[in-house]
């Protein structure tokens, strides 16, 4: 079996890469390390770093020589621009990545006949939900840029399946975290943030009061089911979900007993929350305290039961688990860089 990854060099892609290549499948790594590190792809028994091609996945020539005449027969979308508040200050970069490079793959994908594309797609699309748990049908338009793009990615996944009888299937990730999570970019997830200053001794600031809740998925729970997804044809949305979802200060209060520590946490007004991009909050329309205090304070829960009833899966390690291997990963790493 011939797999292609973009985004290889990222949290979740280079641990799919590492899953994949222990069943001993053929991959094509590719990254334009925009986010993307290369400490990501050195694993206990495998290093990538020799393989991963440096490509931009809009680059239509250069995906179309990888593909062509090569028998691909999966192609792992995972390459994205995640973090919200960088798609919201560059909006057209976030649509030509998200949208416009994940077309570059569907088209490619057709001429070259691969088997099926499999989208990391994101449950941030469920921002307005007022009902809960979130199923993958009927939910109401996202308003935040990240989303809209991931949004209007799987409008084309179904047309190209509908219009070309090609397979796609979209998963939309809760809030994933596992080892790789990027504890040092601008605004980093919220486990790796948590994590980070609790490492460094220092008062974390949470926004609002903490008792927002969240679902989330493990990333090795997440890899499972994206390859168990290999099965399966048309086009299909799949919630990826452990179906439990944990607030702000619930977390924190498992990380500081894993980690020994006793530090209260600080709480920041909701109008601070992006204030590392000073854009957002300049100009003559700057971004509404509204629709700040709604994303910091959104409830997450998606429902499971199409991942679980279709493909066969259960999400296996619960949050305390997780918790600590993350911690044990992160902690080791920021001993290596205070080295
Ligand atoms: N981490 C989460 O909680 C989460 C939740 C929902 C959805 N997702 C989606 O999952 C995917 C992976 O997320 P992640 O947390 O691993 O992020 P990440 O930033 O660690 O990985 C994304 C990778 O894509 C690469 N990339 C970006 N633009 C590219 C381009 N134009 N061409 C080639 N490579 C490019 C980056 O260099 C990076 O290595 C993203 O698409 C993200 O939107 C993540």
Same mark, same amino acid.
Request: glycine residues 8%.
């Given at each position: 079996?011939?797999? *292609? ?8 892609? &280079? ?16 990254? !334009?390390? /925009? ?11 495998? /290093? ?5 091609? %440096? ?14 005449? %090569? ?16 798609? =919201? ?29 499999? =989208?990391? /797609? ?27 793009? %991931? ?7 179904? &047309? ?5 009888? *090609? ?26 943030? +948590? ?34 997804? =290999? ?9 990826? /979900?452990?179906? *439990? @979802?944990?607030?702000?200060?619930? +977390? ?9 520590? @006793? ?5 920041? &007004? ?27 304070? %959104? ?14 899966? =259960? ?13 044990? !990963?992160?902690?080791?790493?920021? &001993?290596?860089?205070?080295?």
């Amino acid at each position: 079996m011939k797999v *292609m990854i973009t985004g290889a060099a990222g949290f979740i892609g &280079s641990q799919l890469a590492y899953a994949l290549w222990k069943k001993g499948v053929e991959l094509i790594l590719i990254d !334009n390390f /925009s986010y993307g590190k290369v400490d990501n792809l050195e694993f206990s028994e495998h /290093s990538f770093v020799d393989e991963i091609i %440096k490509m931009d996945i809009r680059d239509n020539e250069g995906i179309a020589k990888l593909l062509e005449g %090569k028998d691909v027969d999966y192609i792992y979308n995972i390459a994205g621009i995640a973090p919200l508040p960088d798609c =919201q200050l560059d909006p057209v970069e976030a649509i030509s990545v998200n949208l416009n490079g994940f077309v570059n793959l569907l088209e490619n994908g057709r001429k070259y006949g691969v088997k099926k594309i499999i =989208q990391a /797609s994101t449950n941030a699309m469920y921002e307005n939900e007022t009902e809960f748990p979130t199923f993958e049908n009927n939910f109401k338009q996202p308003t935040l840029i990240y989303p809209n793009t %991931k949004y209007c990615a799987e409008r084309f996944a179904q &047309s190209y399946c509908d219009t070309y009888g *090609m397979n796609v299937t979209c998963l939309r990730f809760a809030n994933v975290y596992g080892p790789h999570i990027d504890c040092l970019r601008k605004q980093p997830p919220f486990v790796a943030y +948590m994590i980070r200053e609790l490492y460094y001794g220092r008062t974390p600031v949470f926004h609002s009061d903490g008792t927002q809740r969240r679902d989330y998925i493990y990333v090795d729970d997440l890899v499972r089911l994206a390859i168990m997804v =290999q099965k399966g044809d048309g086009f299909d949305c799949v919630n990826v /979900s452990s179906n *439990m @979802n944990y607030s702000v200060n619930e +977390m924190y209060d498992i990380a500081q007993k894993i980690m020994g520590k @006793n530090i209260a946490a600080e709480y920041a &007004s909701d109008a601070h929350y992006w204030e590392k991009y000073p854009g957002l909050y300049e100009g003559a329309y700057p971004i509404k305290n509204e629709i700040l205090n709604h994303e910091i304070n %959104k409830y997450s829960l998606c429902d499971n039961s199409h991942a679980k009833e279709k493909y066969g899966w =259960q999400p296996e390690v619960g949050m305390e688990e997780g918790l600590r291997r993350v911690i044990e !990963n992160e902690c080791e790493l920021l &001993s290596k860089l205070g080295e």
